[in-house]
């Protein structure tokens, strides 16, 4: 941008609230994706407003929008170069500001700075902000409700990229304490992002962090936006999944707001990754889970398979290391998977744990491939292939003997000496008698 575009001195505020001529609040700062998020609606008196507005407030894409509005629709649907068309012969200040918004228009920008309505003009000075126009932090003192939300959560940004988490984590604060009763959905944002900050905070606890999640969803409750909707209930989940070490109903609740997170907005076809890391938790969650009744058992079968749904999305060829760790979840599971035909899953681990000797390195992860081995190893003894499992287990002792695993030797060690009394049972029989003695 030229130097004519230059963010100007902020003017003292007034001893009231500051109003601006062009536009009136509530606006949907925030809600949307950029660069629709950024866009300030002028006021209109169509009679398809105040419908229009209370739905984009929600997050929700009205059905008929005023005419007037248009360019919001537009930009809602990606189809910028449209946005800016329907804004090209508005000569307004607010519509300059739009259109730097949408396209860098600097002479908009101009017009915008040089309007003298000073909301306008910090909401302008906010945009160049976020789009790297200046560097110089937008003011909040001149703005309130959604539109200082808009500016305090710019201003936690910028302290977050110089490293000062407390800094930001107050700003965010100062900005759902704003924005809360007048945009619901912009502070259940400002909310998850708080939750986000809280494990780098000195005053950070589980509880405070759940408690933002909640606080998230329940602000969230009214809006359509299926993946703020679900991305909520994962946050939540993630935080009860790592802090619920062996207890029981923390993991429990894990795996209930994992599935709730899947029947509100996170789908195989529209959100691939959240699934496929929702699935997973949901594996791990229930394999943490203390056996205790019958019921447990089945629990292995969930596991089994969320994780086969996990594997819908990855794949060796997209997220190898996600791919990887999804397939050894599976395998473990298999192995001691209840059912009729054990075999059958015995089976099924020992070739998942082979696709990943195939991709594992054994030069680079010496110690990952012997935990493959003795892995699989136990699943071929498990299946009385006594003689490729302390193949296997041979294999494994070495490399983790080689590379200072001295207890994880030992104990393949112990199992080796297992099958070797096994093998020596067999071979004996069980009166004593050898076999060439029967």
Not at 132 to 147: I, K, N, Q, R
Not at 225 to 234: A, F, Y
Not at 313 to 340: G, I
Request: glycine content about 6%.
């Amino acid at each position: 941008m030229d130097g004519e575009c230059r963010q100007p001195k902020s003017p003292a505020p007034s001893a009231g609230v500051l109003m601006s001529v062009f536009f009136s609040p509530p606006q949907p700062l925030g809600i949307f994706p950029y660069p629709a998020g950024l866009l300030l609606l002028p006021d209109c008196n169509e009679s398809t407003a105040e419908a229009a507005r209370a739905a984009l407030m929600r997050g929700a894409v009205p059905d008929v929008m005023p005419t007037a509005w248009h360019f919001m629709g537009d930009a809602l649907e990606g189809q910028i170069d449209a946005a800016l068309a329907a804004l090209r012969d508005d000569p307004s200040p607010l519509a300059g500001y739009n259109r730097f918004v949408l396209g860098g228009d600097e002479a908009g920008c101009r017009r915008a700075l040089n309007s003298g309505d000073a909301v306008l003009q910090a909401m302008t000075a906010t945009a160049m902000f976020v789009q790297g126009a200046v560097d110089e932090l937008p003011s909040d003192t001149l703005v309130h409700g959604e539109l200082r939300a808009n500016v305090l959560m710019a201003r936690a940004a910028a302290s977050l990229d110089a490293g000062h988490e407390a800094d930001a984590a107050a700003r965010l604060a100062e900005g759902i304490a704003a924005c809360q009763h007048s945009s619901p959905v912009l502070a259940a944002q400002l909310t998850a992002q708080l939750a986000q900050l809280q494990p780098n905070l000195p005053e950070a606890s589980v509880q405070r962090t759940v408690s933002l999640w909640r606080s998230a969803i329940a602000l969230a409750a009214d809006t359509p936006l299926p993946h703020l909707r679900g991305d909520l209930r994962i946050g939540l989940a993630v935080t009860l999944h790592e802090a619920s070490g062996d207890r029981r109903d923390m993991l429990v609740e894990a795996v209930k707001t994992y599935q709730d997170a899947l029947h509100h907005g996170i789908t195989l076809d529209d959100t691939p990754e959240t699934y496929a890391l929702a699935q997973n938790n949901i594996g791990l969650a229930y394999l943490s889970m203390p056996m205790t009744d019958a019921g447990d058992k089945l629990r292995h079968a969930v596991a089994v398979q969320s994780f086969r749904e996990a594997l819908k999305v990855y794949t060796p060829e997209t997220h190898l290391e996600a791919w990887a760790s999804t397939m050894l979840n599976m395998a473990n599971a298999l192995q001691y998977l209840p059912s009729a035909r054990p075999e059958e899953h015995l089976i099924q681990a020992v070739e998942t744990y082979e696709q990943l000797l195939e991709v594992r390195n054994k030069a680079t992860d010496p110690l990952g491939y012997a935990r493959l081995l003795a892995n699989q190893a136990n699943a071929l003894a498990h299946l009385g292939m006594f003689q490729p499992a302390t193949e296997k287990f041979t294999e494994a002792h070495k490399l983790l003997h080689w590379h200072g695993e001295a207890d994880l030797a030992a104990s393949i060690l112990e199992q080796l000496e297992r099958i070797n009394t096994q093998l020596a049972t067999v071979a004996i029989g069980g009166d004593g008698s050898s076999e060439g003695d029967r």
